[in-house]
């Protein structure tokens, strides 16, 4: 575990509000319990409960032995969707926004992710104050408030250049006076799968005019089960066209249909992937279109049966690109490193197929060629200290 925290890291699959601390969230539901808005004791002990790591039976009896930190008093699947429900009550405040941020940059930078792409699907309520752009707004002032780390945000010529001689020291560096931990940040604006046309449109507007502050692309989640496919390809179809990114959470649930005019539209990337079939298997293969992989989730969900059955492994040997992500480390009890080790531990890989899988996460991100070449230089460097 040790080596995989070490390890440079590229997050392309975490979703902002979904990624909040324990503690935070704990904080955030006494508020509103004081404030008479919930009853705090019917959520307080879900809040507590820590998920145990997803392993094969013979690496948690050893995990058990070496580490002791399983926990048997875990989440059950209802109490994490009930998370999420309360996650959704206690986002609606700007502040809120602006602290989950920056503690999730925070701890993102604090196990050596390099990259960190967040996505989120911006809030408007009318009655709170919030607009969808009041909410990106709070999002951006989340990292400015950042502190303990330098955030490279603002996609310009000028960024990279600037930090290139110093950005994203060696990963077995220590932050000290002189050497401070560097993060590449970059926002992906969620396309909710409950929004009608017309909303879905306005959150590509939204990405478009704050393209100039990070935001990169769109993403479409939410509900598999909810809305269709036609109601938001407009969006998508107009966001690609102006030139951002596009990724999709695709085959989450049994949806033959769907999943094949996803693969049609030929998105920068997808996420999942669970729930294909033959067809859509060739599809995706021929197409290259990269997966965020999201093994925690995958299994949480009960969106595949086994760790040891994941399609991970089948995408891995035919050389598929592939990149591994968290989807919610605060609800699935998760980290990126946690997500390398289990990928190291259950499927046989070793240290150096482990960095090279994070290195070539690289060609995947929606950021200019400048970036990537400071992140490919960034791995060469900790390649001479980690020992592969």
């Excluded at 607009?131 to 989340?142: M, P």
């Excluded at 080790?341 to 046989?348: D, Q």
Aim: with cysteine.
């Amino acid at each position: 575990m040790e080596w995989c925290v070490s390890v440079p890291k590229i997050e392309l699959h975490a979703h902002l509000n979904g990624s909040i601390r324990d503690s935070t969230l704990l904080d955030l539901a006494r508020a509103l319990g004081d404030k008479g808005l919930i009853d705090f004791s019917q959520v307080e002990h879900v809040i507590l409960k820590r998920l145990s790591p997803i392993y094969t039976h013979f690496c948690v009896l050893k995990l058990e032995f070496d580490y002791g930190y399983l926990n048997t008093d875990n989440r059950s699947l209802s109490e994490v969707f009930k998370l999420f429900d309360l996650i959704h009550i206690v986002t609606t405040d700007h502040s809120s926004i602006t602290r989950i941020t920056k503690e999730v940059v925070e701890d993102f930078a604090s196990e050596n992710v390099v990259y960190l792409e967040l996505r989120t699907t911006p809030k408007k309520n009318d009655s709170l104050g919030m607009s969808k752009r009041s909410y990106v707004e709070a999002v951006l002032e989340g990292l400015r408030a950042v502190s303990s780390v330098d955030v490279a945000f603002i996609p310009n010529s000028e960024e990279p250049v600037n930090l290139s001689s110093t950005l994203l020291s060696d990963a077995s560096d220590k932050c000290n006076g002189n050497t401070r931990k560097k993060i590449f940040v970059r926002l992906l604006l969620s396309i909710d799968r409950r929004e009608t046309t017309e909303a879905a449109m306005e959150t590509v507007m939204l990405a478009l005019e704050m393209r100039r502050f990070g935001v990169v692309g769109i993403d479409l989640s939410g509900n598999p089960a909810v809305g269709e496919w036609i109601t938001y390809l407009p969006a998508l179809m107009f966001a690609r066209q102006q030139g951002l990114y596009v990724t999709l959470h695709c085959g989450e649930v049994s949806n033959s249909k769907e999943i094949h005019n996803m693969l049609d539209f030929l998105p920068q990337r997808i996420g999942h992937a669970c729930f294909f079939e033959e067809e859509h298997w060739r599809k995706l293969k021929s197409s290259n279109i990269p997966v965020e992989i999201c093994l925690t989730s995958n299994i949480r969900t009960l969106s595949v049966p086994t760790i040891d059955a994941h399609h991970f492994v089948d995408l891995y040997n035919a050389k598929h690109p592939l990149v591994l992500c968290t989807d919610d480390s605060g609800v699935f009890s998760t980290s990126l490193s946690n997500e390398y080790k289990i990928a190291a531990s259950t499927f046989g890989l070793g240290q150096k197929e482990m960095f090279e899988l994070s290195k070539n996460s690289i060609e995947f991100i929606f950021a200019d060629d400048v970036v990537k070449e400071v992140l490919r230089k960034t791995f060469d460097s900790a390649a001479k200290s980690l020992t592969l």
